[in-house]
């Protein structure tokens, strides 16, 4: 795609970066963002762990290593695993999580992902943590509807709607949040196949936020509307806002409550707060996102 140069952030912090747009959240901006907190309160941003199979999506499998029921047992301890990417979990994906003709966010080489793990670009550079401004863009209410139906494509001049009906500018270094109004739909509709008709951004929003300088992307699903409407490309967005762009995504939040306070206080800006999982080549980390307000 020619996006992929037209919006490539590539080199822009050194031959030899790994964060890429989280650079943009700079000391200032993680000060900015703290001062944004008013009322004290704090809302996660993730569903809860999903036990049970999702379609062919395999769940968070919990067991339990030893219970009160366990003779003699003094405490109590239990094991995960988790399927990190997918359509059910909410995780943050690391910029190494997606190719693009043999290479990665910044250049580095597809193949120093391997068995072993990410060489590059893993999760472990983000184990600081992201402290920023977060930004809900709630699209559902801008419409006076439940959710979006179907493949619903968000596209700019929706964006564009939603900074006029809102006054929530997005600003360089946000990490901006997409609801769809997935969970109602789930709630209301049950399951359905996801890569066929799943609300979201179309692919010609991606100039929109590079424009904008976001440092991180972050919807109650993939991000990307689909089917994406790119012959050839399952998720464009995810593939411009990682590889090109070097901008992390948090997939699969869950927004409703987000939704509903931002709502109620007419609100749509937020400190918002993440931190990943400190596994050296993990290519993402479930992640419990945290917004106050």
Not at 33 to 51: C, D, F, Q, T
Not at 110 to 118: D, I, L, N, R
Not at 227 to 244: E, F, Y
């Amino acid at each position: 795609m020619r996006l992929t140069q037209q919006l490539s952030n590539w080199g822009r912090w050194g031959n030899d970066d790994q964060r890429g747009a989280l650079n943009l959240i700079t000391s200032a901006k993680r000060r900015e963002a703290a001062a944004r907190v008013r009322e004290g309160i704090s809302i996660s941003l993730a569903h809860n762990a999903i036990k049970v199979p999702v379609g062919n999506l395999p769940p968070f499998a919990h067991r339990m290593i030893q219970t009160g029921l366990t003779p003699g047992a003094e405490a109590c301890a239990d094991e995960f695993t988790v399927p990190v990417h997918g359509y059910t979990e909410t995780h943050l994906d690391a910029l190494c999580h997606v190719f693009y003709r043999g290479k990665m966010y910044n250049g580095f080489p597809q193949s120093s992902v391997s068995e072993q793990g990410a060489a590059d670009l893993s999760v472990l550079t983000m184990k600081d943590g992201i402290i920023t401004r977060g930004v809900l863009m709630d699209f559902p209410r801008l419409l006076g509807v439940e959710y979006l139906p179907g493949s619903r494509a968000i596209v700019p001049g929706d964006l564009a709607a939603w900074e006029k009906a809102t006054g929530a500018a997005i600003e360089r270094g946000d990490a901006v949040f997409v609801r769809t109004g997935r969970w109602a739909r789930y709630a209301t509709e049950g399951e359905w196949d996801f890569e066929t008709d799943s609300a979201g951004l179309d692919v010609f929003c991606a100039p929109w936020f590079r424009q904008r300088d976001v440092a991180v992307m972050a919807s109650d699903l993939a991000l990307d509307v689909m089917p994406s409407g790119v012959p050839g490309v399952r998720l464009p967005v995810h593939l411009l806002t990682i590889v090109a762009m070097g901008v992390p995504i948090i997939d699969n939040c869950d927004l409703e409550a987000l939704g509903a306070s931002a709502q109620e206080h007419r609100r749509w800006d937020f400190t918002l707060v993440v931190a990943p999982l400190a596994v050296p080549g993990a290519t993402g980390s479930p992640v419990n996102p945290i917004a106050i307000f």
